[in-house]
């Protein structure tokens, strides 16, 4: 074979990195192929979209808290198609919830999951130089602004943005006639399906990373949480995503050329939708917190300086949640005239969940017996999620139940339900990983004092807002009601609705403590360590600081052993990085001069 | 202070009174479950917190106390899923619909809920039906079946009272039975949203005792027979 | 990097040794693997779909042969078959390093897939023509060698989910096509050798996939 | 090493499967206008689609030739096909 080589050029997979030419301001900041860089992108722009879906939740818990009333100081600013003098026209809710829900999932939690620590955290914490496919990678990032600017454009076009709720049950989103939105809808269907590709491209950068890119020495059974779960949850993504992707086509086609795939005038099935949306949806949801719940255990193992209890068992937690993730989406479907035998099958399926997810609290909370607990910000956080994902589980657990899913299914009881594992685990899983990891992606630290403020306050406030909301819905509080008051049996709930609104508008205050601790520290913050934290992974002891192009500037690294060895007897400290050979540990774990570390050969 | 209850309100149907034994079931193991992990969390918290020269144990795990771990909660579990089948097996099993039930059609459409009676001679689908709007009105004594479509989008007919929720797909008939336990008037809402009226969307259901029932279809008939004139008094009848 | 020296002798469609074993193959085929299965997932939806709409609503679904042009489609399911066959040559020729044969294999591939979605525009203008038609107010197919003006055949359901599911496939050899271009300009270029034909596999995966698609396709969509 | 090795001495039989595939073709079309019941008529169609798509993935995509951990890999996503189309099948 070799006789018929020909021309060089040399491209080593991915590892030759050596050319140190100076990159344009372009390629070093906006079309990057540096997997650092894309991270901080995504980051950004998913906040921003974190705070438009936190303004509109504001909006609509003005319109739930005093309904009708103007809406005070920017109320003016709204056109007269949607608050006509401040006033939330029904339509405009219905948009509201809708768009709320869509940016917060598919733009804000999703990416600040998967596309900010899947890109930051994978190729760091294996002791790769970069992502397997770096251009995809950004293209990854690029494809998701205009998917994000066309959902935007949707609150300007004739009719306003979708308001058939993030789930378009069709044929309230098939048809224009039905809901007076059309162009919205549109707007709605192609964004997703754009950002769908953004999605996939990142699973294939990510599974190909994992799979083919570790570092020597870094066996599936040493590699840390977040990067395990955001492997099982790139799987999710790639076989998930495709699935919407396919109903989301369909149903533009009934939306525009009237096709009628879902429209009962032409024999088309509105069940259908539901099937393809939710056989999505519940991994989806499952995509939403698989990461946080990596990101967590890594924050509560380094905090409590101690091993992270059976890490075997949640990894296979991790892996048999992602399965059985696939089986269960008929839940949200019970009360839908879904054959009721099939619905036997999802409720069992269901309720088993609770066990893999048992698994992973006790084992948080094993962590954390015999412990030696940092309450730093990261780790209050991190706590934070451990509790709060308990109330959330445990609430699905009425919901799986068929029977008693009836009288509770669509009402504020799902509600709670939703904002308990998407904020109280998803959200504060993110806050957690953004605390822990910004000395790494920026430098400097973030301050303990205004995060602990904004701890405080957000805990306080969010419990204050979506704790009550169960109590709603088993007052049959019915969700998606533009106004609760015309029906007679919900006005004595209006006094808990503007309590839950005013602690709704502390709750949004409360995070621009966040926005501007963030900013603030990024430029102004105490100049971090290069281990802040005393960690045991790559990224931390191996990486540069803050990490530069190629990631390892001493050659890829090796690795000897697990990524939890806190309070190892082995060591004099009370870490034991993974890098570290084992013979010179007695010396003291901390790697003093940068080319200490082993290279790879 | 009321309305932060965990307590449902009392139900008026014959399947309330399970379906809210299996909530508080529910209710009483996620309760123990939830102050029992809280209360191991935050005493942890405290009992381990970060004391000077004071290090972590160096603990990987403990298999025995890891099976134990999955094992309760999975027959825990298990138990709930097994009440819950049973029940809702009961409960939407087509053999179950009684056979002497009166039947009901119910005609969902944007944004108002309509019923169609069978009219004297008791039989759904013949000349004589009455249609009343956004109103329910059934005999204490007999189970009722409703026969649900709708003509435009999902709408969902919700009793809470009743504990009884469906959605109605277009292009599907649907069927619902109940029997109702006491007399009273109890608010119908719409439950799934179906466009800028939802929350209009409103209705009330009257449990009448057999005789007022009777009375009640009677005044419902003549009002069929004279629908030509203009001024049909509330509710709304209209005829066929 | 002066060890390159030797690296052009450097067998690239073995995967990178320095890292931990993973899949045993390159990192550009493993992701388009895994890009597939993806497009499995997607082609799923469309004609699970199909098939379920299908069973709930037979009588939407005429026989085959009824509106559709089986001969014609089969021909082109020919064609189709040939250039995967012609991929494989191409591939095969790099892999013994014969430019010559390789590009013409590939110029082969791109014509005859080319041809695929030419002749599949043709079978949608007669289609169109005969009233068979994607959306529902539009859909009046009276059969084929019908009398025109005669009673309707299957139902809307039908056009919805034949246009959508050979269209997507449609797009899919389109996009397959516009690539091999890309190769087959790279392969001018010099740009594979016997060592280094990475790309050429990648592509060939995908395009076989497409085949494996349509494999399917023709067999539920025109013959059930 | 081993698609090496191969390539060097014998192809896979490329040529072979092709004219299986064609008389495969040309088969289910004719088995497609017998007068059989409408079931086998749809079951050996499925068949004999399902085994030209092996072929297929098989030699073309020569997944004969890969490590069976790639095997592994690809057959992953097809439990999820047969689970949902079955059970929106039991609705219908
Ligand atoms: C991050 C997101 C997330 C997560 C993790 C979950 C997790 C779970 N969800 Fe949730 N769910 C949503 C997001 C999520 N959900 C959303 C967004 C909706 C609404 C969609 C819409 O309609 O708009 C929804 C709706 C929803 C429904 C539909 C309700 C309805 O519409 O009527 C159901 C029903 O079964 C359900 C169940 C569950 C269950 C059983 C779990 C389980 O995974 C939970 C398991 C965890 C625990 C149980 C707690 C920890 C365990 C222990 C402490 C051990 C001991 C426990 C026992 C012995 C019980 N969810
Ligand atoms: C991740 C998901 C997520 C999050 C975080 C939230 C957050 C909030 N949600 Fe939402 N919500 C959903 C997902 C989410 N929600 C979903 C899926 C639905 C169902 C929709 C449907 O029915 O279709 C829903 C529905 C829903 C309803 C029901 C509406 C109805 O049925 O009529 C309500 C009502 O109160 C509500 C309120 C709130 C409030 C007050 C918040 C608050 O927590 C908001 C607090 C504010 C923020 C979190 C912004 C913080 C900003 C930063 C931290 C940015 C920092 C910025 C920089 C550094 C630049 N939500
Ligand atoms: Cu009808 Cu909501
Ligand atoms: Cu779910």
Redesign the pocket.
Known sequence: MATHAATAEGHATGAGHDEHHKLSFIRTYIFSTDHKMIAKQFLLASLLFLLIGGILAGLVRWQLGFPGQPIPFIGSMFSDTTAPGGIILPEFYNSLVTMHATFMIFFAIMPLLVGVWGNFLIPLQIGAPDMAFPRLNTASFWISVPAGILMLASFFVEGGAAGAGWTSYAPLSANPEYSGVHMGQVLWLVSLIILGFSSLTGAVNYITTIINMRAPGMTWFRMPLPTWSLFVTSWLLLLAIPILTGGLIMLLFDQTIGTGFFNPATDGEPLLWQHIFWYFGHPEVYILILPAMGLVSEVISNRARKPIFGYHAMVLAIISIAFLGWVVWGHHMFQSGMNPLLGTSFMISTIIIAVPSAIKVFNWLGTLWKGDIHFDVPMLHALAFVAMFIIGGLSGIFMASAPVDIPIHDTYFIVAHIHYVLFGGSLFGIFAGITFWFPKMFGRMMSPKLGKIHFWVTIFAYNAVFFPMHNLGLRNHMRRIYDPNSYEYLQPLQGLNTFISIAAFILIAGQMIFAFSFFYSMFFGEKAEQNPWKSNTLEWTAAGHPPGHGNFPGGTPHVYRGPYEYSSPESNEDFLPQGVPPEPVRRGAVPREPGFLPTGD | MENWSWMLDESASSVGPQIDRLYYIILVITGIVFVATEVTLLYFLFKYRHREGHKAEYIHGNTKAEIIWTAIPALIVLAIALMSRGLWAEIKDPANVPADAMRVMLE?K??EWNLTYPGPDGELRTGDDFTVRNRLDIPLDRPTVLEMTSVD?I??FFVPDFRLKQDIVPGMAMQMWFQPTRAGVFPIG??????IG?TR?RGTLTVHSPADYQAWVNEQVQGAASAAEPAAPAPATQAQ | MTSHATSAEQNMMVPDLTFEPGMKVFNMKLGMWVFLLSEVMFFTSLIGSYVILRFAHPDHFPEPGVVLNVPLTAFNTFFLICSSVTMVKAFAAIQKGDQQKFKLWLLGTILIGAAFVGIQAYEYSLLVAEHFGPSAAGYAPVGRGMEEGGPIVGGPLYGATFYTMTGFHGAHVSIGVLCLIFVLIQAMRGKYTAADHRGVEVIGLYWHFVDLVWIVLFTIVYLI | MTTEAQGEHHDPPYMMIFAVLLIMTMGEVGFAFLSLPKFWLALGLCVMAVWKALLVALYYMHLRWEPRRLWILVAAPLPLVVILITAVLTEF
């Open positions: 969902a944007q944004f989008v709408h969902s719409c439950a799934e949203l179906c466009g939802h969307m």
